[in-house]
């Protein structure tokens, strides 16, 4: 069954530091999305792409953030200057199309560490 | 906008007793609601959706949830819990802009 993935599993860094977080969509999905969760609270939208830009993005994604499809295959969340607060989980999410009723399928998440 | 909220940050119940999981929502069109699972250390996993089809919507696991409009609400049952159901689940609303909106989530603990 085809599933996104996602990697590293668990990435630590310090604050101040740039950090790529890398997604493997499903291979005939168009929209991808990413999603962090901070520590015991509720799962938050952060950004959505489809054609090779952005569709949606939340007041959390700031000008530190930015996303990309370098090539045919991968999504990338990157935070160019990480600080303390952005330690998280990270999902990813891709679907096939915009429809209300599609499902988005989520990848395992990256924990990210900033220390 | 659209938002959910869940009632009750933690849910504890014996194996095989009734499941109950509280999900109000508050949009000022048509909602499309869906439960997700989140077992520890994993990914989010559709548990099921609500496509107007029909207010009662069975999904996987054994778990069905139910459209009430008039309570604005679509709480997660399941009729008898087991032990491999303890997780976090997360009720969620499909904005107009495709994003989805989470609840703050419920764990479940089932006791044996």
């Known amino acids: 069954e085809p599933e996104v993935t996602q990697t590293p599993s668990h990435q630590v860094t310090q604050m101040g530091q740039e950090v790529i977080l890398r997604c493997v969509p499903i291979?005939?999905?168009?929209?991808f999305y990413w999603y962090r969760q901070i520590l015991g609270q509720k799962v938050e939208f952060l950004v959505s792409?489809?054609?090779?830009?952005?569709?949606?993005k939340s007041e959390i994604f700031d000008d530190q953030f930015s996303v990309e499809r370098p090539d045919g295959s991968n999504f990338t969340l990157k935070i160019r200057s990480t600080k303390l607060e952005d330690s998280a989980m990270y999902f990813c999410?891709?679907?096939?199309?915009?429809?209300?009723?599609?499902?988005?399928?989520f990848g395992p998440g990256t924990r990210l560490t900033v220390l | 906008a659209q938002s959910v909220t869940q009632l009750g940050s933690h849910v504890s119940v014996s194996e095989g007793a009734l499941v109950l999981l509280r999900c109000n929502y508050s949009?000022?069109?048509?909602?499309?609601l869906f439960w997700y699972v989140q077992y520890p250390n994993q990914g989010l996993q559709l548990l099921l959706k609500y496509t107007s089809a029909a207010t009662l919507v069975k999904g996987i696991n054994g778990f069905e949830a139910e459209f009430k409009k008039s309570e604005t609400s679509f709480h997660l049952t399941k009729p008898s819990a087991h032990m491999s159901d303890a997780a976090e689940y997360f009720c969620?609303?499909?904005?107009?802009?495709?994003?989805?909106?989470f609840g703050a989530g419920t764990r479940l603990t089932v006791k044996p």
């Open positions: 999410a891709s679907s096939s199309t915009s429809g209300t009723y599609n499902e988005q399928f």
């Open positions: 291979s005939n999905h168009l929209y």
């Open positions: 792409f489809y054609n090779n830009e952005i569709s949606e």
């Open positions: 969620a609303v499909r904005t107009l802009n495709n994003d989805m909106r």
């Open positions: 949009s000022s069109v048509p909602p499309y």
